[in-house]
């Protein structure tokens, strides 16, 4: 059955090194979301693409943070550098309209 | 701004019915989802309710009044496996951008 896939599932680095989380939407979504989730700020919209041009990225800090949809079949969410604030578990997301979206397993990123 | 007020725990007992209510303050939106979260796993969509009134699937059951500025998850016949984090979610037509709650940890008991 078709679901979203994201990699790595478990990621722990030391604070300055770049991370990279990646995510295969649902063949045939149009629309890709980031969230991160933390027990402090529960479940935040990060970015999201259509048809893979980004419409919003308001919820991610920009000098560290970027997300790209190089194609279809492919969304990236870079961290560089990265921060212990940054630990958190970062889900990917793909749907076809506005009601339901597709969440991937999650990426649990921990920053020493 | 939009923000969205969930119940931060409930506890029920197997077999009967919960509701979970979600208030909200947003100048517009689409409709409200629900989703559901177990502890370790990713949210799974559960319901949608673009239009107001009562949505049914299953043992689950979503309500919606914009008049109200509210909504409301229902889950009947609870099961062990109801354990959970329940979260409203609004797609905000001004702002083009999805809010979730902070989700209701729901806990059942034998």
């Known amino acids: 059955d078709a679901r979203v896939t994201q990699t790595p599932r478990d990621k722990v680095t030391e604070m300055g090194q770049e991370v990279t989380m990646r995510c295969q939407p649902i063949?045939?979504?149009?629309?890709v979301f980031w969230y991160r989730q933390t027990m402090m700020q529960g479940l935040e919209l990060l970015a999201y693409?259509?048809?893979?041009?980004?419409?919003?990225d308001s919820g991610m800090p920009k000098d560290r943070f970027s997300a790209e949809m190089p194609d279809a079949t492919l969304a990236t969410l870079k961290i560089q550098p990265s921060e212990p604030r940054d630990s958190a578990v970062y889900f990917c997301?793909?749907?076809?309209?506005?009601?339901?979206?597709?969440f991937g397993p999650g990426t649990r990123l921990t920053v020493l | 701004g939009q923000s969205l007020e969930q119940p931060s725990e409930v506890t029920a007992v197997e077999g009967a019915i919960v509701q979970i209510n979600c208030t909200y303050q947003?100048?517009?939106?689409?409709?409200l989802s629900w989703y559901q979260q177990h502890d370790g796993g990713a949210p799974t969509f559960l319901s949608y309710n673009a239009l107001d009134g009562l949505e049914e699937t299953g043992r689950f059951s979503s309500f919606l009044s914009r008049s109200d500025s509210y909504g409301y998850l229902l889950l009947q016949e609870l099961q062990m496996k109801d354990s959970a984090s329940y979260f409203c979610?609004?797609?905000?037509?001004?702002?083009?951008?999805?809010?979730f709650g902070s989700g209701t940890r729901l806990s059942i008991r034998p």
């Open positions: 693409f259509r048809n893979r041009a980004p419409l919003d």
């Open positions: 063949l045939g979504h149009n629309t």
């Open positions: 979610a609004v797609w905000g037509s001004s702002a083009s951008k999805i809010i």
């Open positions: 997301a793909s749907g076809s309209n506005t009601d339901e979206q597709f």
């Open positions: 947003t100048s517009g939106f689409y409709g």
